[in-house]
């Protein structure tokens, strides 16, 4: 039988993410300021001692080390997946469970790949879906950590039905006799995307460190699986 602490001698999980953290990269371009999509992502994968180790240890053909090596990052990249909706809601941002799990997606390892990847990717998130709320001086929103007015903001909704907050651009406005501001252009205002909230320092952190300490685990319970 073999210890916990065998395992995790059998490799050296080599994460890459968008922000610092141990051993940490940038993979992807700075987040757009416009209202592209934006994608932002976290590689797992294993470092190359892991076959010669694991045969002496377990005594096993490379083959069936290498199935439980794959199924041991796609379990923890799901287990990554739950935690990631968790932690940026713990971090403060207003943002749906099911909204942040519907923009996360694995791209599982397999053979030949023994890679996997969480990727999130998605707009910037209109202003109107935090809570907003009209107030004499502007707009109030929950986009995180708490309530925030938007002086001279304003819900409106569109021709389109489309209903938005906006605040009004550029000099050539008026009062008019309520004493409110009117007038062209007009631009929507939007509050952070599910990636930005992903990329999040403390929510990368928080992964990594969960990615690290359950691969272990899993990894030995896969193994143990497959020599039978």
């Known amino acids: 039988m073999h210890t916990h602490s065998e395992t995790g001698r059998l490799y050296n999980v080599c994460i890459t993410s968008l922000r610092r953290c141990s051993r940490l990269r940038k993979i ?8 592209f ?52 809601r713990a971090a403060g941002y207003n943002m749906k469970a099911s909204s942040i799990k519907n923009k996360l997606i694995i791209k599982r390892a397999s053979n030949g790949n023994a890679v996997v ?4 990717s998605g707009r910037p998130i209109p202003l109107i879906e935090f809570g907003a709320r009209e107030t004499q001086s502007g707009v109030s929103v929950s986009v995180k950590g708490g309530r925030k007015v938007i002086r001279g903001a304003f819900i409106a909704t569109m021709p389109t039905g489309h209903k938005g907050v906006y605040e ?9 006799n309520k004493g409110k501001w ?16 992903f990329g999040n320092e403390i ?18 319970r896969e193994i143990k699986f497959a020599g039978r």
């Open 117 to 120: 990847q969480i990727k999130c």
């Open 182 to 197: 009117s007038g062209l252009p007009i631009k929507e205002l939007f509050g952070p995307s599910i990636p930005a909230a």
């Open 168 to 176: 009004r651009s550029g000099k050539q406005h008026k009062k008019n």
């Open 37 to 88: 999509a934006l994608a932002k992502m976290i590689n797992i994968n294993v470092e190359h001692n892991f076959k010669q180790v694991a045969i002496k240890l377990f005594e096993l053909r490379t083959d069936v080390l290498e199935k439980a090596k794959i199924r041991a990052l796609n379990k923890v990249a799901a287990q990554a997946k739950v935690a990631a909706s968790k932690e940026i």
């Open 28 to 35: 992807t371009k700075p987040a757009s300021s416009g209202l």
């Open 203 to 220: 929510v990368q952190a928080v992964l990594v460190k969960l990615i690290r300490e359950k691969f272990p685990t899993i990894l030995e």
